[in-house]
């Protein structure tokens, strides 16, 4: 399928990846956003970057595509460097960036006719384009309207839509669903692995961790610029956390005392503000000797281990909150 | 717990017909190639069909007020003179103004293309950050916009040159030359602002402070309804670093015959395209510096 022309000015240094980064670093003044980071995302991989707020996932993504210049390291997309070839670097791929940047006054298929344009594509492929493009993200019906009379989550599918018209074999998304109700979350999800089964590598920033573990074949936990963790989302719960968590509540007030009584009862504890999370691989025989320690939870809960859990582990910060 | 393929999904939407789809887009090397040759004219394709939807509003300003000026100074002062009385240059007052008018014009279309836009640009709408991430460079990004600008330019007189030429306040097909003349005027005072608003972070009414305090005085002490020497000299310094006077001058000697000698031709010109490449090289460089990236 993608298959590459070698670069007459620079020697292809592919070494398997399409998206290779050695020591990746952006710097803004004295503070550190991207701190020497190391990952290969392979052919048809879908690859993701978890990390809360501030993180450095949109500046990495940035620099993917050239759009950013790096401050250190190395960086190589589909055998290119994006800092010097800038603009082959971006012919290969789709961007969904985290904020839309639609043109709210023009109509919805004029956006995305433009943006096809900028890739030099003919109108003879838009127009048929545009419709499949509209059908995907389910606006035909708004083909005609102006991008401000369009609800959030329809401008974001409008945007997810946009990437798709060059027909990239790298996408990349930065918070894809941030904005979309459940279901519709649900549908682009679908969508995505479909794009991914017929060998688009995507690429994926997110804090949700369903959207992680629903789309990523792998991906790294970054926090402060730095990978924290890095593996497939079933490697990072069993590696990081346990196979069950055990939730209970005791009121804000109790909670402290009650987290006194409860040491050492299973492999791990987190004790927040509302509520202690224990780790254990029986979540149910936890709950049972935390009753024989004599307290009496007002609520508890228990569940299977998430990135989330992994996320708490590793930073002691909640994903999300 | 990674099921990827989640139920009931199917029966919500459309959207197969991308997946069973036959289309293909030419290679990523193609697109490369095409952009890297014809991106600023994809750029500027984008902005002449956003000014296409404000083509009536456009088209009112650019030719609606300068007929205007026409109508009421060209014809209503001009009616104050008999017989084969002059007050310019020995020919009817409308013949004079409707060069200075014609350039003022496209002065002004430039002016207020060179603000908003690139606001709406970097910051307002982010328009700049849709191409950004394709195979177009910000240099092209600020080629096109600027491509744009003078294709208005070039339409908007030949309209007004239509209107003066029913008039019969022109010499053609001589006048015609005003037409790239007042688009030069247009871009010399255009690209320099356009360079002055693409390093503005933050818009509190600088825009309008250009309009009133540069475009006006430039357009009332620039000659346009009298010769610049009917000023006291110490105002007619104004209209020497004024494009609209240097246009006007220029546009003056193609429409009607106006004196100007080859070496003031040549001073006129030479103005005007110093402006418009000073102005293109900042616009460019500031929106190299500010879009990021590399080239
Ligand atoms: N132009 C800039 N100048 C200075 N600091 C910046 C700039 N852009 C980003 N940063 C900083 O770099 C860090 C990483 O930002 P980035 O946008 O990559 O985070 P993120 O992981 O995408 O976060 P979010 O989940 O909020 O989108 C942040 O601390 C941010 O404040
Ligand atoms: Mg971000």
Redesign the pocket.
């Known amino acids: 399928m993608p298959h590459i022309t070698p670069s007459l000015t620079s020697a292809p240094t592919r070494t398997g990846g399409v998206v290779t980064a050695r020591g990746l670093t952006k710097r803004?003044g004295d503070?550190t956003?991207v701190d020497g980071i190391d990952f290969e995302v392979a052919p048809g991989e879908s690859f993701g970057f978890l990390?809360?707020?501030?993180?450095?996932?949109?500046?990495?993504m940035s620099m993917i595509g050239g759009v950013l210049t790096r401050t250190g390291g190395e960086l190589n997309v589909m055998g290119l460097d994006p800092d010097r070839e800038g603009p082959r670097v971006r012919a290969h791929l789709g961007v969904v960036p985290?904020q839309d940047n639609l043109d709210e006054e023009i109509k919805v298929r004029d956006n995305l006719y433009v943006y096809g344009r900028y890739f030099g594509l003919k109108r003879a492929y838009l127009k048929p384009k545009i419709d499949e493009l509209l059908d995907f993200a389910q606006l035909t019906d708004k083909a005609g309207e102006r991008v401000d009379a369009l609800s959030g989550g329809m401008k974001r599918r409008l945007t997810i839509a946009r990437s798709l018209v060059n027909d990239p074999q790298i996408l990349l998304l930065d918070?894809p669903t941030t904005g979309l109700d459940p279901q519709a979350r649900h549908i682009l999800w679908d969508r995505l692995f479909r794009l991914k089964e017929q060998g688009t590598t995507l690429l994926v920033?997110t804090?949700f961790m369903d959207e992680a573990e629903q789309l990523c074949d792998r991906l790294i936990v970054v926090d402060h610029g730095r990978i924290m963790a890095e593996g497939s989302p079933s490697e990072l719960i069993r590696d990081y956390s346990t196979r069950e968590v055990l939730e209970v509540r005791f009121g804000s007030d109790a909670n402290a005392a009650a987290a006194q009584t409860l040491k050492g009862l299973g492999e791990r504890q987190e004790i927040l503000a509302d509520r202690i999370l224990i780790y254990a691989g029986d979540g149910e025989a936890a709950l049972a000797q935390v009753l024989a320690r004599g307290l009496t939870p007002v609520a508890s809960l228990v569940r299977r281990s998430s990135l989330e859990d992994v996320f708490l582990h590793l930073t002691g910060r909640s994903l999300v909150d | 717990m990674t099921d990827r393929t989640p139920s009931g999904t199917e029966s919500i939407g459309g959207g197969a017909t991308l997946f069973d789809s036959t289309l293909s887009a030419h290679a990523p090397e193609v697109s490369a190639a095409k952009a890297t040759r014809f991106g600023t004219w994809y750029v500027a394709e984008y902005y002449l069909r956003t000014m296409r939807r404000y083509g009536d509003v456009l088209l009112a300003d650019a030719v609606g007020s300068p007929l205007m000026y026409i109508l009421a100074m060209g014809i209503g002062l001009g009616s104050l003179l008999t017989g084969n009385q002059t007050l310019f240059d020995g020919v009817p007052y409308l013949v004079f103004i409707a060069p200075a008018l014609l350039v003022s014009s496209a002065v002004q279309g430039a002016t207020s293309e060179s603000t908003f836009p690139v606001m709406d640009g970097f910051k307002w709408h982010r328009i700049y950050q849709g191409p950004l991430v394709t195979p177009i460079s910000p240099r092209q990004i600020a080629q096109g916009q600027m491509l744009a600008i003078v294709i208005r330019l070039l339409i908007q007189s030949s309209l007004f040159m239509v209107i003066v030429a029913l008039f019969g306040a022109v010499h053609l097909p001589a006048g015609l030359l005003a037409i790239p003349i007042a688009a030069l005027a247009g871009m010399a005072m255009g690209l320099p602002i356009m360079a002055y608003s693409a390093t503005i972070r933050e818009e509190k009414g600088q825009f309008s402070i250009i309009m009133r305090f540069i475009f006006m005085p430039l357009f009332l002490f620039s000659g346009t309804f009298y010769p610049l020497t009917n000023l006291p000299i110490f105002l007619q310094w104004i209209g020497w670093i004024s494009p609209i006077w240097h246009g006007t001058e220029l546009s003056r000697w193609a429409m009607y015959g106006h004196a100007v000698g080859g070496w003031q031709a040549l001073i006129h010109l030479a103005v005007l395209l110093v402006l418009i490449a000073v102005g293109f090289v900042l616009t460019r460089r500031h929106f190299v510096s500010r879009l990021g990236g590399t080239k």
């Open positions: 803004y503070f956003a990390g809360p707020n501030g993180a450095g996932k949109s500046t990495t985290q918070e920033t804090h």
